[in-house]
T-cell receptor, first 116, second 116 residues
Framework: RKEVEQDPGPFNVPEGATVAFNCTYSNSASQSFFWYRQDCRKEPKLLMSVYSSGNEDGRFTAQLNRASQYISLLIRDSKLSDSATYLCVVTPGKMNYGGATNKLIFGTGTLLAVQP | DTAVSQTPKYLVTQMGNDKSIKCEQNLGHDTMYWYKQDSKKFLKIMFSYNNKELIINETVPNRFSPKSPDKAHLNLHINSLELGDSAVYFC???????????????FGEGSRLTVL
């Protein structure tokens, strides 16, 4: 079983739509969770961290369910510029100074294509 | 003023050759990484250095040898290149958790290696 699993998509949605991505992780010891965004032929960039209580950043809402080892990302009012691959990311443990648990484990990503 | 820069951006070479990729970060981070993204877009950690010390080595073949002359630089040398080494290699850096690390990795633009 992969450490982080995502539906690869593609998700083709019209502008203005609401779209949700899901992700599951296998390591119950994982402590930190993130969503990264990667544009075509570009480097990944942090979109947002995911907190236990859920968090929102503008049109983006992230949720974490530790019991089910499940993370979600909701995008409201999709824009053309949201078209990208969304990567679910976890750490294998608690992040600490110079520690081996600081590595980020990436899912294979979900491709979103927002259509005009 | 690029935060994480890596060179070269493109490498095309023959099987059996040796090649190097260089990376530099001007963010003052203590930790640097090499990630490999294969043709299926799976992004996987290879190595991590903290203050020039190797802390993560993810069962990468011995043909891959990282080197960190100082905490701002992390290079990757690959001997006897194989077809399966074709991928995009991303360098990244991060702040340490004691400084309130959000888990954000800052990636370079990637070095696209093609082995013929």
């Amino acid at each position: 079983r992969k450490e982080v699993e995502q539906d690869p998509g593609p998700f083709n949605v019209p502008e203005g739509a609401t779209v949700a991505f899901n992700c599951t992780y296998s390591n119950s010891a994982s402590q930190s969770f993130f969503w990264y965004r990667q544009d075509c032929r570009k480097e990944p960039k942090l979109l947002m961290s995911v907190y236990s209580s859920g968090n929102e950043d503008g049109r983006f809402t992230a949720q974490l369910n530790r019991a089910s080892q499940y993370i979600s990302l909701l995008i409201r009012d999709s824009k053309l510029s949201d078209s990208a691959t969304y990567l679910c990311v976890v750490t294998p443990g608690k992040m600490n100074y110079g520690g081996a648990t600081n590595k980020l484990i990436f899912g294979t990503g979900t491709l979103l294509a927002v259509q005009p | 003023d690029t935060a994480v820069s890596q060179t070269p951006k493109y490498l095309v070479t023959q099987m059996g050759n040796d090649k190097s990729i260089k990376c530099e970060q001007n963010l003052g981070h203590d930790t640097m990484y090499w990630y490999k993204q294969d043709s299926k877009k799976f992004l996987k950690i290879m190595f991590s250095y903290n203050n020039k010390e190797l802390i993560i080595n993810e069962t990468v073949p011995n043909r891959f040898s990282p080197k960190s002359p100082d905490k701002a630089h992390l290079n990757l040398h690959i001997n006897s290149l194989e077809l399966g080494d074709s991928a995009v290699y991303f360098c990244a850096s991060s702040q340490d958790p004691k400084f309130g690390n959000t888990g954000e990795l800052f990636f370079g633009e990637g070095s696209r290696l093609t082995v013929l």
